[in-house]
């Protein structure tokens, strides 16, 4: 007997985006830093960007439309309000609420064998998000902000191409 879970990739979340700044001694220094990235359009050089409460970054694609999506969740708040000295070291994080990101998703299966894993999987498609705990790959289950119509819509689509692709076994 194995544990299942499902995994749909490339799917189109809205999380909490984080990152660390080069910015070590001033927030004022911080706040300079964030405006030269937002107007040179330059966010993704040099920067580790990740999905908040994730290990790993979780973002699949570093793209002109994430780029403009953040730059304009930045304009539209105060940048001060979105840096944080980090707590331990002197580094300080920008954080910025609410993007749609590119990410992968999974959820625990409940069958022991393929065969019962792929069946759960097709009911699933119906209502991905009843009875099942869907958290964006190797980040906390606290990662996903909005879990809308939108989001099952296009969990179904993704699964509804290659449904065994998508049973993974759980190791």
Not at 91 to 104: K, P, Q
Request: hydrophobic residues 35%; charged residues 35%; aromatic residues 8%.
């Amino acid at each position: 007997m194995a544990n299942f879970k499902l995994k749909a990739r490339n799917v189109h979340v809205y999380c909490n985006l984080e990152v660390r700044l080069k910015s070590r001694t001033m927030k004022e220094q911080a706040n300079k830093e964030v405006e030269r990235m937002v107007d040179k359009k330059d966010l993704f050089t040099e920067y580790e960007w990740k999905i908040e409460g994730c290990e790993e970054g979780g973002i699949n694609s570093f793209d002109a439309k994430l780029t403009d999506a953040i730059v304009e969740r930045i304009d539209e708040e105060e940048t001060d309000e979105n840096i944080f000295w980090d707590g331990l070291t002197a580094h300080y994080d920008l954080n910025v609420a609410h993007i749609l990101v590119n990410t992968n998703l999974e959820t625990p299966l409940k069958s022991t064998t393929r065969e019962d894993a792929i069946t759960e999987v097709k009911t699933l498609c119906n209502n991905p998000s009843e009875d099942y705990d869907w958290k964006i790959e190797n980040c906390d289950e606290d990662s996903i902000i909005e879990f809308d119509e939108a989001l099952k819509k296009e969990i179904a689509e993704v699964i509804g191409k290659d449904i065994e692709a998508c049973v993974i076994e759980d190791t």
